[in-house]
């Protein structure tokens, strides 16, 4: 059997390999289009979908055995595509939500919540779910396997994680009409949250509410 016969053998994408592909560019394609700018009235609700069926893809990695590259060295995919207008048209269009507080370990005894942006999890997660589609895109099945799960270990998979907890406590906030607390008070420049306190529960309601109408969100009548 000739390299070239046995190369096209290892390097054929299986059924899980295309599965995992059609997810990560079904989030790509997504995160892209809601960046546009041109559906706002549906911008929350169709991120909140497109994390959730991202993490499954994660989650199916995540279970997945340890994928172990061809190459022992990861092969040059070329210069990275720059993700900085994606970020700022995210945090653009997320404005005043676009900041929340996470805790970075839930593990680590006594973590503070941080600061974090729905905007720069987002875009981070693109820049690395593109990194891997380059391998998978020149036949690199493998690699691209081993670099979705190690950076959904290291990366994309916390902080995408994150962002889910984020929009979907939104959602809720904004349907069941419960106060949201005092955005003003977070602040990823400082970094650390503000211990002004939530607003009254009224003006929380309020501001749900104004939130709510432009994202395409009611909450209850």
Not at 113 to 118: A, K, L
Not at 153 to 176: D, E, F, I, K, Y
Not at 196 to 202: F, I, R, S, T
Request: hydrophobic content about 40%.
């Amino acid at each position: 059997m000739s390299d070239a016969t046995l190369n096209s053998i290892t390097t054929e994408p299986d059924d899980f390999a295309v599965q995992i592909r059609d997810q990560v560019e079904s989030f790509l394609v997504s995160v892209t289009e809601v960046a546009k700018g041109d559906e706002p009235a549906s911008a929350v609700p169709y991120l909140l979908l497109s994390v959730s069926q991202l993490l499954l893809a994660g989650g199916r990695l995540g279970a997945h055995e340890d994928f172990v590259p061809d190459e022992r060295y990861e092969p040059d995919v070329g210069p990275e595509p720059d993700v900085d207008e994606l970020r700022e048209r995210l945090a653009a269009l997320l404005d005043p939500i676009d900041v929340y507080s996470e805790v970075f370990d839930p593990y680590e005894p006594r973590t503070a919540p941080v600061p974090c942006r729905i905007s720069d999890d987002l875009a981070d997660a693109v820049a690395a779910l593109r990194h891997g589609m380059a391998h998978y895109d020149t036949g690199r099945v493998s690699e691209a396997l081993w670099w979705w799960q190690f950076s959904y270990l290291t990366n994309w998979g916390p902080t995408v994680s994150a962002s889910l907890r984020a929009l979907q406590s939104l959602v809720a906030h904004v349907r069941q009409d419960t106060p949201l607390g005092d955005l003003q008070g977070l602040d990823t420049d400082s970094g650390a949250a503000s211990d002004d306190g939530a607003l009254e529960a009224e003006a929380g309601a309020v501001m749900a509410a104004e939130i709510g109408e432009p994202l395409g969100m009611r909450g209850e009548r």
